[in-house]
């Protein structure tokens, strides 16, 4: 079988004034792709939300519109979703641990994200978000080690685009948005729509987006990790 798999990420830097990270993927077969774009596209003519779907730019008033997209992804058997959060990250010694490196946490999350969605003997193409110059050379590297863990009994490719090219990486971002929403403790949850799309979420999939979820959930993940300070 061959999947496209669409990632994308929240509060990911170092600078961050938030002390969680979150990492996310949908992964599609891949002749379903050009079908699940087009009806995204349909729901955003049909509720005239033509302009990038992001968590940062939600609109109030397209309750009905985020009602649909969610309904449509919960609803598909073709499309999964897998998120890390990881929290706590300014405990992460990245000296001892990620040879003084960021980046290198970074796509370790990256890895674990795609552990949960990939299976020996299939064939897959991972789109990761355009993040910064360095993002070419950790991808190979994070093929490298996937091949490694799957005794190269797996083809995976890297494409890196704009999230505004890929309407299903435009969904994960709203999914992950909303994770990272939920968990966050710096902030005031007051926004309306954030919590809106939370609550029809936690609705549609059965699980709070607070905890992690049974491993053996495949149609929807979640796994949280606590950093330590030792």
Same mark, same amino acid.
């Given at each position: 079988?061959?999947?496209?798999?669409?990632?994308?990420?929240?509060?990911?830097?170092?600078?961050?004034?938030?002390?969680?990270?979150?990492?996310?993927?949908?992964?599609?077969?891949?002749?379903?792709?050009?079908?699940?774009?087009?009806?995204?596209?349909?729901?955003?003519?049909?509720?005239?939300?033509?302009?990038?779907?992001?968590?940062?730019?939600?609109?109030?008033?397209?309750?009905?519109?985020?009602?649909?997209?969610?309904?449509?992804?919960?609803?598909?058997?073709?499309?999964?979703?897998?998120?890390?959060?990881?929290?706590?990250?300014?405990?992460?010694?990245?000296?001892?641990?990620?040879?003084?490196?960021?980046?290198?946490?970074?796509?370790?999350?990256?890895?674990?994200?795609? &552990?949960?969605?990939?299976? #020996? *003997?299939? /064939?897959?193409?991972?789109? @990761?978000?355009?993040?910064? +110059?360095?993002?070419?050379?950790?991808?190979?590297?994070?093929?490298?080690?996937?091949?490694?863990?799957?005794?190269?009994?797996?083809?995976?490719?890297?494409?890196?685009?704009?999230?505004?090219?890929?309407?299903?990486?435009?969904?994960?971002?709203?999914?992950?948005?909303?994770?990272?929403?939920?968990?966050?403790?710096?902030?005031?949850?007051?926004?309306?729509?954030?919590?809106?799309?939370?609550?029809?979420?936690?609705?549609?999939?059965?699980?709070? &987006?607070?905890?992690?979820? #049974? *491993?053996? /959930?495949?149609?929807?993940? @979640?796994?949280?990790?606590? +950093?330590?300070?030792?």
């Amino acid at each position: 079988m061959n999947y496209k798999i669409f990632c994308d990420e929240s509060n990911h830097t170092y600078s961050d004034t938030s002390d969680l990270m979150v990492i996310g993927g949908i992964i599609c077969p891949s002749e379903q792709v050009e079908y699940v774009n087009r009806y995204i596209k349909h729901l955003k003519h049909k509720h005239n939300a033509n302009c990038e779907l992001k968590w940062t730019k939600l609109n109030n008033n397209k309750k009905v519109f985020y009602d649909e997209l969610l309904e449509f992804f919960f609803s598909s058997i073709d499309l999964k979703f897998n998120a890390q959060v990881v929290m706590g990250k300014s405990n992460l010694n990245h000296d001892i641990y990620n040879d003084g490196e960021v980046d290198k946490f970074y796509y370790k999350m990256y890895y674990f994200t795609l &552990l949960h969605l990939l299976r #020996p *003997q299939n /064939e897959y193409n991972v789109f @990761i978000d355009y993040k910064d +110059t360095k993002g070419g050379k950790r991808a190979k590297k994070l093929k490298e080690v996937i091949h490694n863990k799957f005794q190269s009994d797996i083809v995976v490719d890297f494409t890196i685009i704009h999230s505004h090219e890929s309407q299903i990486m435009q969904l994960a971002d709203i999914i992950i948005g909303a994770i990272g929403y939920k968990n966050r403790e710096d902030i005031e949850k007051k926004s309306e729509i954030k919590n809106y799309i939370i609550q029809k979420i936690e609705d549609l999939s059965g699980f709070s &987006l607070a905890f992690s979820i #049974p *491993q053996w /959930e495949e149609k929807f993940h @979640i796994y949280k990790l606590h +950093t330590r300070t030792n």
